[in-house]
């Protein structure tokens, strides 16, 4: 699972999580990387969260096309060979999304990032 916007988040079942916080390359910033241990319970737990507030089900978009401003995210799952991505702009995601978003800030919070080099 990949959430995107100024980081970018990546979880595994191989209990391996990396954090990406994206540089602003017009102002001269770099991406800066850290890794961090998934436990197996966390993942799964999560995964059955996706199926709960089915996120398999959800339309591709939730987006104004008249706004091109502020916060957005874009998350993309994989769930063998199927991947699904959704885009939502800050403001106009369902309320499933919300709750995963929530569940993937809370584990995000409890784990230990470490740089890398």
């Not at 916007?5 to 102002?27: D, F, V």
């Not at 993309?76 to 060979?81: A, D, H, L, M, T």
């Not at 699904?84 to 409890?110: I, N």
Request: glycine share 6%.
């Amino acid at each position: 699972m990949t959430c995107a916007n100024s980081s970018r988040l990546s979880l595994h079942r191989n209990g391996t999580a990396r954090l990406t916080l994206i540089g602003k390359a017009r102002l001269g910033g770099v991406d800066r990387h850290s890794r961090a241990t998934l436990a197996r319970a966390d993942f799964e737990a999560l995964v059955a969260m996706l199926e709960e507030q089915g996120y398999f089900a959800l339309s591709d978009s939730y987006d104004d096309p008249d706004t091109r401003d502020g916060a957005w995210v874009n998350w993309q799952v994989e769930r063998g060979v199927e991947v699904k991505q959704v885009f939502c702009r800050s403001g106009l995601e369902p309320a499933a999304l919300l709750r995963l978003e929530a569940a993937v800030q809370a584990l995000q919070a409890r784990l230990n990032f470490n740089p890398e080099p």
